[in-house]
């Protein structure tokens, strides 16, 4: 089931319970629901470096700026490469080609209201290849445990 489509990739809002299962983020979604503990979302700084060690190029966070709009505060070498851009301290929506701009903005605004965890299949063009496919996952974080206030995103690529 798609909630939206725009351009070359696929989202959806999954339910926080049950949690999803999704092969590639399995040990992430872990990891998020070790650290939320009994609070409806975790918080960025209650998680463990240790944890997230295996996925640390594979990962971003993004704030909400409690408008529409989200800024990556970290973005992992996996995105980087992936995008061929450094998006570090740059709007999420408005890092986008203006056609998928609404789209994403319209999918994040679910997110932050459910709150729901994110999940986004794509491809992106490729030098040696026709495309790289390539799964995303947007955990929801909280300052105060139960308002959306940041997002951790995962990124698998497919070989």
Request: with cysteine; charged share 25%.
């Amino acid at each position: 089931m798609t909630d939206e489509q725009w351009g070359m990739f696929d989202l959806v809002a999954l339910p926080l319970d049950p949690l999803p299962v999704i092969a590639e983020f399995n040990n992430l979604i872990d990891v998020w629901k070790h650290t939320r503990g009994d609070a409806l979302l975790p918080r960025w700084p209650d998680f463990s470096f240790d944890e997230l060690m295996p996925w640390i190029g594979q990962l971003a966070v993004s704030e909400f700026d409690g408008k529409d709009e989200l800024h990556f505060k970290l973005f992992g070498g996996t995105f980087v490469k992936l995008f061929d851009q450094e998006l570090t301290g740059k709007p999420l929506c408005g890092s986008l080609l203006p056609e998928q701009r609404e789209g994403s903005r319209t999918h994040f605004m679910k997110l932050i209201s459910g709150p729901f965890i994110g999940h986004g299949k794509g491809k992106v063009p490729a030098i040696d290849r026709d495309h790289i496919d390539f799964n995303v996952i947007d955990l929801p974080l909280a300052e105060n445990g139960r308002d959306v206030s940041h997002f951790l995103h995962g990124v698998f690529v497919q070989n």
